[in-house]
């Protein structure tokens, strides 16, 4: 194990569905650097859920295999690969996020919507999905 790695869990202690309590466990490094980083990125210093949680459930929500009940099923790990990666391409090229969003200029109160391929400097502009599915596609 690299000796910069800094790893914590977060354990939800519940009684039945409610929510009793949480122990925070750092696993790798000490709390006081893992508290350190996280301020560094901007966040409180605490171990949460809520970033992973909301991702889960939007990929749960564009990714029909992986929803509890759907009729579309992936039957193999091929397939389940082939849905991940449209949705990969979807969320990053197709699909504006409120959090990128930037000031148009002489417009105030209006924002141009962008994706996060737009705010990485990998487009210019908002793809459709009709731009996604005519990307040819790079030999395997």
């Given at each position: 194990v690299r000796p910069d790695l800094l790893y914590g869990q977060l354990h939800k202690l519940k009684a039945g569905y409610r929510l009793r309590g949480t122990?925070?466990?750092i696993l790798c490094?000490?709390?006081?650097?893992?508290?350190?980083?996280?301020?560094?990125?901007?966040?409180?210093?605490?171990?949460?859920?809520?970033?992973?949680?909301?991702?889960?459930?939007?990929?749960?929500?564009?990714?029909?295999?992986?929803?509890?009940?759907?009729?579309?099923?992936?039957?193999?790990?091929?397939?389940?690969?082939?849905?991940?990666?449209?949705?990969?391409?979807?969320?990053?090229?197709?699909l504006p996020h409120d959090a990128l969003r930037i000031p148009m200029a002489g417009k105030p109160g209006r924002y141009r919507k962008r994706t996060p391929a737009?705010?990485?400097?990998?487009?210019?502009r908002r793809w459709r999905v009709r731009d996604l599915l005519?990307?040819?596609?790079p030999p395997v």
């Open positions: 122990v925070t466990r490094g000490s709390r006081a650097a893992f508290e350190q980083s996280l301020k560094a990125l901007g966040f409180s210093g605490r171990v949460t859920t809520a970033l992973i949680e909301r991702f889960n459930l939007t990929l749960r929500e564009h990714v029909a295999p992986l929803t509890r009940r759907t009729l579309t099923l992936a039957r193999d790990l091929d397939s389940l690969a082939l849905h991940l990666e449209w949705f990969r391409a979807y969320y990053h090229f197709v737009m705010a990485a400097g990998l487009a210019r005519l990307m040819p596609l």
